[in-house]
């Protein structure tokens, strides 16, 4: 069974940090694009980050540039999201995801999420 | 930046009614890459429909969808009590992916 589970979400102040991860089980990231996607409280999804398999390719929305980086360790069958400089517009549920090349590139897996509040 | 605009907003209906939500894009999308999720509260969103057209791995079949160029239509073709929900389009160019702002559909 294919299995996302993020952690490290948490209350921190503004212009704070914070490292979000997802392990993955039941596959094998290394196959796979990984993303991550967040949701404000009572709003809409909005993709915020991308990582090829190998990790050579990296894109981000506009917003988050230069704050936020996404890597991976294969070997751990994990996914990262590090966060700096972190703004209130920020807080969000952060949701990381499995792209399916063979599915047009949609998102076929998701995990559950983690609560990232930037308040002071 | 291609931007999706979903309607209606809410689409108020009863158990057993069809459901029909659009997505427009602001540019023409490849079908390809066009995508429909459904968001329950509490829970991540699910992927239903890839490809435009093509039903996610246990996606029922009252859920089908269509479209080309900048207009996409979802139709629940009969309503079930764990179809009300919010759902999003979205779609992928240049790795970079957008959504809809999403459309409620509630019971009536």
């Known amino acids: 069974e294919v299995q996302l589970v993020e952690s490290g979400g948490g209350l921190v102040q503004p212009g704070g940090s914070l490292r979000l991860s997802c392990a993955a089980s039941?596959?094998?990231?290394?196959?796979?694009?990984m993303i991550w996607v967040r949701q404000a409280p009572g709003k809409g999804l909005e993709w915020v980050a991308n990582?090829?398999?190998?990790?050579?390719?990296?894109h981000y929305v506009d917003s988050v540039k230069g704050r936020l980086t996404i890597s991976r360790d294969n070997a751990k069958n994990s996914v990262y999201l590090q966060m700096n400089s972190l703004r209130a517009e920020d807080t969000a549920v952060y949701y990381c995801?499995?792209?399916?090349?063979?599915?047009?590139?949609?998102?076929?897996?998701w995990g559950q999420g983690t609560l990232v509040t930037v308040s002071s | 930046e291609i931007v999706l605009t979903q309607s209606p907003g809410t689409l108020s209906l009863s158990p057993g009614e069809r459901a029909t939500l659009s997505c427009r894009a602001s540019?023409?999308?490849?079908?390809?890459?066009l995508a429909w999720y459904q968001q329950k509260p509490g829970q991540a969103p699910r992927l239903l429909i890839y490809?435009?057209?093509n039903r996610a791995t246990g996606i029922p079949d009252r859920f089908s969808a269509s479209g080309s160029g900048t207009d996409f239509t979802l139709t629940i073709s009969r309503l079930e009590p764990e179809d009300f929900a919010v759902y999003y389009c979205q779609q992928y160019v240049s790795s970079l992916w957008t959504f809809g702002q999403g459309t409620k559909v509630e019971i009536k």
């Open positions: 995801a499995r792209v399916r090349g063979s599915s047009g590139y949609a998102f076929d897996d």
């Open positions: 990582i090829n398999q190998d990790g050579s390719d990296k």
């Open positions: 490809g435009a057209s």
């Open positions: 039941g596959f094998t990231i290394s196959s796979y694009w």
């Open positions: 540019q023409s999308v490849s079908s390809s890459y």
